[in-house]
């Protein structure tokens, strides 16, 4: 199991990122996908889940603001993310469960003027 996050980057307060995070090794529709967050100093926490059927759910924190979305036919999860503030400030994870517990490596989202 792979999965490789991309997307972040340095945006100021009130504006966009949209994350994406490839899969492979697994079937990938068949399976729940998450992106997970760690700020600075903080744990990591779960953002955005999104099952196999498509239901999703949110960190009060972000709803209304995040969106989780997946495309099963490019294997492929995104978080589209507006109106940002500086405490969405941090490296974000995609995580699934498939025999385990699988991370793909971070990518960095920065919120700052």
């Known amino acids: 199991v792979q999965l490789q996050a991309s997307g972040g980057g340095l945006v100021q307060p009130g504006g966009s990122l949209r994350l994406s995070c490839s899969a492979s090794?697994?079937?990938?529709?068949?399976?729940?996908m998450s992106w997970y967050r760690q700020g600075p100093g903080k744990q990591r926490e779960l953002v955005a889940i999104?099952?196999?059927?498509?239901?999703?759910n949110y960190a009060g924190s972000v709803k209304g603001r995040f969106t989780i979305s997946r495309d099963n036919a490019k294997n492929t999860v995104y978080l589209q993310m507006d109106s940002l503030k500086a405490e969405d400030s941090a490296l974000y994870y995609c995580?699934?469960?498939?025999?385990?517990?699988?991370w793909g490596k971070g990518t960095l989202g920065t919120v700052s003027s």
């Open positions: 995580n699934t469960f498939y025999d385990k517990n699988y």
């Open positions: 090794g697994f079937t990938f529709s068949d399976y729940a």
């Open positions: 999104i099952t196999s059927g498509d239901s999703t």
